[in-house]
């Protein structure tokens, strides 16, 4: 494994302190902005749930029955678009994954780095290019027209810390002050005060781009993970008394409010029961199955959580937004090749799984999934067999309606900022606005600051 930089480190570090309950905000220096989520409370009901099943961010006033109920009414509210975003740790080396092979520029900066020309797939968009070996699912899915691509994304006056540029990211501004994710202040405006499934951190921890201000995200390490419980209870005598409170649902209520408001309630239980209990671990086998194989094993998080994720989907559940890491370290300063490969295999394995099995089930026209990393790399390798933070990345959109063309051009390397950066051919605030116009049908203006300045690119067919 490359041994990450002193910065990657003491980031990773921080935020894991910000998100584990009753450890407190870890000191930051003078300058470094506080990750977003800072100041959210969180209650973690077990909901009749085993286990850590169900982290509650921003929601101390909500008991478990109204958490409950309130997913069981999004329920029944019906389908709506999911946007999954996808996070690359590090700061992945786009001109590695997209390989400039027809650069002339290419093998002079990268003399020991360079893929060779017959390396991977050629990039149909722009003949200079060739995917990465371990991307081919990527190119597969692109050839289908279900990757559009961002081959130099970015944004104006480019941070080269870990840390404050995946605040950036995380709260779609490059402003240090704030203290909300870009998708947390979308759920604020269109989301519920009592269903904490509607912003999904599918992790241990939360992820900031989704830190609300005044509803309730949750973090959740799989669906199979979320059972009912009862103290002292189990077993058959357990399903017989679900079942027995079930059955309260359809005692006749007259005109007593009480008795209605009681028998809705078990109803609405019930029926989450019912909606949940397909994914009820058995024998620490998970309690759903997939349509489609995913890689890894059961140690392999990350195609875990997508498949959890499509039979949370396929269910029914009311997911709005969802976050997740994925495999692999992308800061890669030193012995970069073998590091670079074997994440971006999982990774583009994973994606292609979870798009197979969106398809399968009817699902893929209303999921969208967003791949990003905090930046690129420099375009010049340095002496560890490696590269060192760069500016303007790679970032790539997944599903059947994405409009599968390049969004900004590829930037080249014959004009690199002054540090020896690609630069940016188009921002991540523009992309943002985009999604959430076109994509969650939101007032961009309203969410993203100085959203109207920031040109929106075409993202769906």
């Known amino acids: 494994m490359p041994r990450p930089c002193n910065d990657f480190s003491r980031t990773e570090l921080v935020r894991r302190g910000l998100a584990e309950a009753g450890r407190g905000l870890p000191a930051i220096e003078p300058g470094m902005p506080i990750p977003a989520g800072t100041g959210l409370s969180r209650g973690s009901f077990l909901a009749r749930g085993t286990g850590l ?22 329920s029944a509210a019906g389908p709506q678009r999911v946007l999954v975003s996808v996070f690359l740790d590090g700061g992945a080396d786009s001109l590695s994954m997209l390989a400039p092979t027809g650069d002339p520029l290419y093998e002079r900066l990268r003399p020991k780095l360079a893929l060779p020309g017959s390396a991977g797939t050629a990039f149909a968009e722009d003949s200079r290019l060739r995917w990465h070996p371990s991307l081919a699912p990527l190119a597969t899915l692109h050839g289908e027209g279900k990757v559009t691509v961002l081959p130099g994304v970015g944004y104006t006056g480019p ?18 002050s704030l203290r909300t994710g870009w998708l947390g202040r979308w759920l604020d405006r269109v989301g519920t005060a009592d269903n904490p499934l509607q912003g999904l951190s599918l992790e241990s921890r939360l992820q900031p781009s989704l830190a609300t201000a005044r509803v309730p995200v949750a973090s959740i390490d799989g669906p199979d993970r979320y059972d009912f419980w009862t103290r002292n ?29 009681a028998t809705a309630t078990a109803r609405q239980a019930a029926q989450l029961r019912q909606q949940l209990l397909p994914f009820a671990a058995k024998d620490d086998q998970p309690g759903f199955t997939s349509p489609v194989p995913y890689p890894g094993g059961e140690d392999e998080d990350f195609p ?28 890669t300063h030193d012995d970069q090749p073998g590091a670079l490969a074997d994440g971006l295999k999982l990774t583009a394995d994973s994606l292609l799984a979870f798009q197979r099995d969106l398809e399968s089930r009817g699902l893929a026209d209303r999921v969208l999934v967003h791949v990003w990393s905090e930046f690129g790399r420099r375009a010049q390798e340095n002496g560890s067999n490696g590269t060192d933070h760069g500016a303007a990345g790679i970032g790539f959109l997944i599903g059947t309606r994405v409009r599968g063309t390049m969004i900004g051009e590829y930037p080249g390397l014959a004009k690199l900022d002054d540090h020896g950066n690609l630069r940016a051919t188009s921002d991540f605030r523009g992309l943002y606005a985009a999604l959430l116009e076109d994509w969650l049908d939101a007032d961009a203006d309203a969410i993203i600051p100085g959203a109207r300045s920031f040109a929106r690119p075409r993202i769906l067919k």
């Not at 099943?53 to 999004?74: Q, W």
Request: aromatic share 6%; glycine share 14%.
């Open 304 to 331: 875990r959580r997508l498949a959890g994720l499509a039979a949370m989907l396929g269910a029914g559940l009311p997911v709005r937004a969802v976050a997740l890491t994925a495999p692999g370290m992308y800061d």
């Open 53 to 74: 099943a169900l982290a509650v961010y921003g929601a101390g006033a909500v008991l478990p029955r109204a958490l409950e109920e309130g997913i069981a009414a999004a």
């Open 233 to 261: 209870v189990w077993g058959d005598v357990e399903s017989r008394m679900l079942e027995a409170i079930g059955s309260l649902g359809n005692v006749p209520t007259g005109n007593d409010p009480a008795l209605g408001l």
């Open 159 to 176: 941070d080269q810390s870990h840390f404050t540029s995946r605040h950036f990211w995380e709260v779609g501004a490059t402003s240090e």
